[in-house]
Nanobody, 124 residues
Framework: QVQLQASGGGLVQAGGSLKLSCAAS????????MGWLRQAPGKEREVVSA????????YYADSVKGRFTISRDNAKNTVSLQMNSLKPEDTAIYYC?????????????????WGQGTLVTVSS
């Protein structure tokens, strides 16, 4: 079972930026797609972005396209999410998660392993 540790959350004003990072314990990290999901208060968890094992295939939710960038460093077993032009509606707990195999998952249920979340709060 892979262990995932997310970090980088915090409080930022609208229009600001944050970078989330996730470290994975699994030695075969590059073989699995990774993703970032979020859950806002009172809302269901949603997939924000995902990336294939080699990093060549990316997925972004429409709500974050053009503002967020996902990347991974397989040599360091890390995946990151650069978040720019943040909006109050981006406020949520953000989770790093690992998919099972193949293309980047787009559904919450397609992720197999989850880390503890990191809170992102965007003030207006």
């Amino acid at each position: 079972q892979v262990q995932l540790q997310a970090s980088g959350g915090g409080l930022v004003q609208a229009g600001g930026s944050l970078k989330l990072s996730c470290a994975a314990s699994r030695p075969t990290f590059s073989g699995y797609p990774m993703g970032w999901l979020r859950q806002a208060p009172g809302k269901e968890r949603e997939v924000v972005s995902a990336i294939s094992g080699a990093g060549g295939i990316l997925y972004y939710a429409d709500s974050v396209k053009g503002r967020f960038t996902i990347s991974r460093d397989n040599a360091k077993n890390t995946v990151s999410l650069q978040m720019n032009s943040l909006k109050p509606e981006d406020t949520a707990i953000y989770y790093c998660a690992q998919g099972r195999s193949g293309v980047p998952p787009r559904r919450v249920g397609d992720f197999a392993s989850w880390g503890q979340g990191t809170l992102v709060t965007v003030s207006s």
